[in-house]
T-cell receptor, first 110, second 111 residues
Framework: SQTIHQWPATLVQPVGSPLSLECTVE??????LYWYRQAAGRGLQLLFY??????ISSEVPQNLSASRPQDRQFILSSKKLLLSDSGFYLC?????????FGSGTQLSVL | GQQLNQSPQSMFIQEGEDVSMNCTSS?????WLWYKQDPGEGPVLLIA?????ELTSNGRLTAQFGITRKDSFLNISASIPSDVGIYFC???????????FGKGTRLSVIA
């Protein structure tokens, strides 16, 4: 069966520091992969999605970037974090129209 | 772009009551999905609907795909405390286009 792993679960970073969040999917090949951000108590904002290795679509211009170095690996990065980057980050993959989410990373930028 | 209007934004109900929430869209979708998110966790898929008019149940949950393909509703019967969370609707048109999500309905159940 397919599983999605996302880490770390929580992260506290100072403003101006770099960021790297990693997501991996097991049990499937060539999945579509997604990064979402959720502000406290709010909706899901799609940040990036990828339909294949090296293919990244950006939905919202911002201080973040994404990369897909391997088929089942999706990385969210920033060179210098801003206070506004705080939030709950979710990785996801899809099987047809069904989207399956990871457990999320709570990022606090102080 | 496509947008989903999900209502209500929040609900406070007594344990045992039934709950109804819905989503509407200005454009059609070929698939409607409903998710539940517990605090601090990722959303979990509850129900997927694939055909206009389809009515699907999952335990105490029932969801319907609107005839016009522009709306869907989710009902929860006899609510219990563990129903607390945020419920999201999502629509999918086709292919590799990402899901469009509603802004969520926050459900609170008072014991």
């Amino acid at each position: 069966s397919q599983t999605i792993h996302q880490w770390p679960a929580t992260l506290v970073q100072p403003v101006g520091s770099p960021l790297s969040l990693e997501c991996t999917v097991e049990g499937t090949s060539n999945p579509n992969l997604y990064w979402y951000r959720q502000a406290a108590g709010r909706g899901l904002q799609l940040l990036f999605y990828s339909v294949g290795i090296g293919q990244i679509s950006s939905e919202v211009p911002q201080n973040l970037s994404a990369s897909r170095p391997q088929d089942r690996q999706f990385i969210l990065s920033s060179k210098k974090l801003l206070l506004s980057d705080s939030g709950f980050y979710l990785c996801a993959w899809n099987l047809g129209p069904k989207l399956f989410f990871g457990s999320g990373t709570q990022l606090s930028v102080l | 772009g496509q947008q989903l209007n999900q209502s209500p934004q929040s609900m406070f109900i007594q344990e045992g009551e039934d709950v109804s929430m819905n989503c509407t869209s200005s454009s059609i979708f070929n698939t409607w999905l409903w998710y539940k998110q517990d605090p601090g966790e990722g959303p979990v898929l509850l129900i997927a609907l694939y055909k206009a008019g389809e009515l699907t149940s999952n335990g105490r949950l029932t969801a319907q795909f609107g005839i016009t393909r522009k709306d869907s509703f989710l009902n929860i019967s006899a609510s219990i405390p563990s129903d607390v969370g945020i419920y999201f609707c999502a629509g999918h048109y086709s292919g590799n286009t990402p899901l469009v999500f509603g802004k969520g309905t926050r459900l609170s159940v008072i014991a």
